[in-house]
């Protein structure tokens, strides 16, 4: 079957890869479509940073690189092993997250901090740029009669947005700031709007997701480029500053303009995935007594709370769509087009059967 192998930096191929069987405990899923991550594009271009490099295996999945991408997807199921209880014939969406079950964290039930984090499709095992998939039983979530697998490829951004928003202790009313429109801003936004957020801001260059950002949930786009972002958001915040602010976009000066634009005693949550290090002086944090959380993934309940908010129709996912290609052209139209036209896009999904 084809899969998109990645190698190194800069090196992906579309590889001829043996098709995997289930086994006990598993379940193979004919992928339908498969998401492009921010995530992947990071190891496109400076990776490895998750997939783990030649000689240093993750401790899950015992592998290394060259390995299959894409850990955005959804299918149908075409196989279940001894004991599943999946069916074929199932549409399910695929939480990639894998844990060992016995660390510290994994015992009191946070998942997602285990002490061997992996995510299938960065870490080993398989991966969604493929034509099928075999995944643990436990990565498996239906999809609700009504659900598409296309919406259901958007469940694992949708729920790192809703992650984001569940960890900055969001009240109704109270106003936020999402900085960067790409994929988990945007989605960032839609979670912001379906909790019950009051004034959304977002900041982004783009013309194309600033237009999108306001057709999605924003109330006003600020364009760093041609206005001071502080400035526009104590304007709008009779001179506060937000709530809470979100980095989505994970650069320095994003940072640093999140922190100076969010309110005393407010909160900064950091979504974004940082390609290196940045300078930060504490005293912007200890002066205004900011709150600054980070997180990682998602929890299960975040997954499947996201798939019944979708089934509620509390997220516009084609509003997030702006193209959908065929995995044989998942490198030139796909990594390259978000190199190149990175301000056209927000996601990017591919299909791969």
Known sequence: MKAAVFYGQKDIRLDDVPEPEAKSGSVKVKVDWCGICGTDLHEYLAGPIFVPPEGSPHPITNETLPLTLGHEFAGEVVEAGNGSASKVGDKVAVNPVYFCGECTECLRGDHNLCKKLGFYGLMGGGGGMSEHAVVPEYMINKLPEGLTTEQGALVEPLAVGLRAVRRSGLKAGESAIVFGARPIGAVTVQCLRAIG???????????????????????????????????????????????????????????????????????????????GEISVHPNDIVLKELDIRGIICYSQKDFADTIEMLEAGKFDVEGLITERIPLTDVVAKGFDELVAHKDRHVKILVQSS
Do not use: C, Y
């Open 197 to 275: 957020a009051g004034m959304i801001l977002v900041a982004e260059v783009s013309d194309a997701r600033k237009k999108k950002a306001l057709e999605i949930g924003a109330d006003h786009v600020i364009d760093p480029s041609e206005e001071d972002v502080v400035e526009r958001v104590m304007e709008l915040t009779d001179g506060d500053g937000t709530d809470i602010s979100f980095d989505a976009a994970g650069i320095q000066e994003t940072f640093q303009t999140a922190m100076k634009a969010t309110r005393k005693g407010g909160v900064l949550v950091n979504i974004a995935i940082w390609e």
